[in-house]
Nanobody
Framework: QVQLVESGGGLVQAGGSLRLSCAAS????????MGWFRQAPGKERQFVAA???????YYADSVKGRFTISRDNAKNTVYLQMNSLKPEDTAVYYC???????????????WGQGTQVTVSS
């Protein structure tokens, strides 16, 4: 069983930056594709970014060019660097392990508890 703990969320003004971290335990981190999803109030969960074990990255169009996903296998940690934040980025952000895609649909096997990101205008 994989446990995931997110950190780094908070309140930031539009145009600002935040870096989310996700510490993983209980599994072989380097083998997993890792990802970030988000869910805003009243909206469906949304794929944000993913990184495969080999380092290939994928992004939602809405965050491409502003967000960067990375991983440190020695620390069992995945990061999401978020720049040029917009109010519409406000959501609970979830770290996910064993991410997979079926066509345009993304999901994963193990989910963290989430961290709130609020972007004020």
């Amino acid at each position: 069983q994989v446990q995931l703990v997110e950190s780094g969320g908070g309140l930031v003004q539009a145009g600002g930056s935040l870096r989310l971290s996700c510490a993983a335990s209980g599994g072989t981190f380097s083998n997993y594709a890792m990802g970030w999803f988000r869910q805003a109030p009243g909206k469906e969960r949304q794929f944000v970014a993913a990184i495969r074990s080999g380092g290939a990255t994928y992004y939602a169009d809405s965050v491409k060019g502003r967000f960067t996903i990375s991983r440190d296998n020695a620390k069992n940690t995945v990061y999401l660097q978020m720049n040029s934040l917009k109010p519409e980025d406000t959501a609970v952000y979830y770290c996910v392990a064993d991410v997979w895609s079926r066509g345009s649909r993304w999901s994963g096997s193990y989910w963290g508890q989430g961290t709130q990101v609020t972007v004020s205008s």
